[in-house]
């Protein structure tokens, strides 16, 4: 019997890293959820994907931080095996603001938090898949957004920037382990209904900002899980350094 894919989604407890979660779980993946600090929406996840005769563990890491990262991937090796894919999915996002206003603590977080993480995490995810470390090759798929392009002027530039580099990380990653049976895609949302944009200090963005989306609608967390997927599927294979956008047009 050949054996159970494995999935790492980052921040898998909520929102798209949660649709995330179940979706490869309905497609036959062991899924490891991670969080960073509301374990209950993790393990309310994690027991409707076991309900469902899913596989999945929970493990609490804040991946900004490299000891947090290395003892998650650890126990994914232990508790579930070979690793094929990782969704890079954990992220933050603070008050809109103009830059003048914000602190060097502010935009360290948004970056420590949305562009270390993924570095770190990718890097966890080469050391297995390589196959010139003996791994069997596999699929990073890194969750970037639509900001990335638009900048998001007198919101939040600094979440967008974050976004920015991980778009470059998808490009250099993917060129650097192309030929060791990775490939490394990304995605990037527009307006999704998640708790997010109440992180950013208006919880109705979304209604302010539809109509000018070309499709008149915020996206659904289901809608980005499916291109997600897609693009760590066997559907995908000639994909490798893309960016997907999932924006409704915008
Ligand atoms: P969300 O509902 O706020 O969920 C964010 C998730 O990230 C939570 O599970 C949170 O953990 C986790 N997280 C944050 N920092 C973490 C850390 N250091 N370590 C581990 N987990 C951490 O947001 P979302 O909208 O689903 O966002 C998911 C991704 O999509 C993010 O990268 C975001 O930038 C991107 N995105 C979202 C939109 C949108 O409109 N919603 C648009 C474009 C891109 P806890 O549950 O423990 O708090």
Not at 26 to 45: F, H, M, P, R
Not at 54 to 79: M, N, W
Not at 132 to 147: D, K, Q, R
Not at 205 to 225: D, F
């Amino acid at each position: 019997m050949e054996d159970q894919k494995v999935a790492i989604i980052t921040g898998g407890g909520r929102g798209i890293g949660a649709a995330t979660a179940k979706l490869f779980s309905q497609n036959g993946y062991a899924v490891c959820i991670n969080y960073k600090s509301d374990s209950e929406a993790a393990t309310y996840l994690a027991k409707d994907i076991t309900s469902q005769g899913g596989k999945c563990i929970v493990v609490q890491a804040d991946v900004s931080q490299e000891s947090d990262v290395l003892r998650l991937f650890d126990t994914v090796d232990k508790e579930l095996g070979s690793l094929t894919v990782l969704v890079n999915n954990a992220g933050i996002l603070q008050k809109q603001m103009r830059l003048e206003e914000m602190s060097a603590d502010r935009i360290n977080a948004i970056l420590i938090n949305n562009v270390t993480s993924y570095f770190l995490c990718s890097r966890e995810a080469v050391k297995r898949m390589s196959k010139s470390y003996g791994g069997l090759g596999g699929a990073i798929i890194n969750v970037s957004s639509g900001a990335a392009r638009s900048g998001s002027p007198n919101e939040y530039i600094d979440y967008a920037a974050s976004k920015g580099a991980i778009d470059t990380l998808t490009k250099g990653l993917s060129l650097e382990v192309a030929a060791e049976g990775i490939r490394v895609n990304c995605v990037r949302p527009g307006l999704i209904y998640t708790d997010m944009h109440a992180d950013g200090g208006e919880p109705g963005r979304i209604e302010r900002l539809k109509s000018k989306i070309p499709l008149q609608r915020g996206g659904l967390p289901e809608e980005v899980a499916e291109a997600i997927y897609w693009l760590a599927s066997e559907k995908s294979t000639f994909s490798t350094g893309n960016y997907l956008d999932l924006t409704g047009g915008l």
